[in-house]
């Protein structure tokens, strides 16, 4: 099934035009953000699974809770979090709205990061570009495999579940060389 068949892929806003005053006060979302989300913030979150989309404008350039967000530069896709909510999503991202009952958006982030299959169809995809990045015309057109709603379930959880669990070995091995590198700066005293 393509990815346009279930998801409707609304991209971010060019802000490069810089014409409206509110673009000074809003905070954009940055790959860093998306990074966060992706290693658990989400699981942390009070997230409710509001899909009432507004029809206005300025409203759809803005992140909540739950959006499951695809960054074109890394070919990414994550769950915004409390910590990232109302941000304003640049041309580098789309909010992928899921427009099928079946598909659990944990369960996307995961088919798009780390699907054997959707990694080979992105990198034929953008074979002969200078700069590998999707388009969202491909991201469209990629095919993905839906199991049952209960199966995809158990998948994004254990795939968020892991990157949290990752996220949080790699700060305990940064917080350990900081105090490691503390005691020896105390010793060289």
Known sequence: MKLEDIVTVRIGRNLSRGNEKNDLTLVTYSY????NDLDGSFLDSQASSYNGYSNNKEDSYLSRIGDV???????KAGIVSDL??????????????IEHDQLDSSYLCYAL??????KKQMAI?????????LTP??????????PTLEKQR?????YFC???????????????????????KQLDQ
């Open 32 to 35: 860093e953000d998306l990074m």
């Open 69 to 75: 967000v695809f960054s074109f530069v890394s070919s």
């Open 84 to 97: 990232n909510q109302g941000k304003i999503l640049n041309q580098n991202f789309a909010k992928l709205i």
């Open 113 to 118: 990061n780390e699907s054997y299959s959707m």
């Open 125 to 133: 995809s953008m074979q002969g570009s200078t700069v590998p990045k």
């Open 137 to 146: 015309a491909i991201l469209k057109e990629l095919e993905i495999n839906l």
């Open 154 to 158: 158990t998948i994004g959880k254990a």
């Open 162 to 184: 892991l990157r949290k669990r990752q996220a949080l070995a790699k700060k305990q091995a940064e917080l350990e060389e900081q105090l490691y590198l503390e005691v020896l």
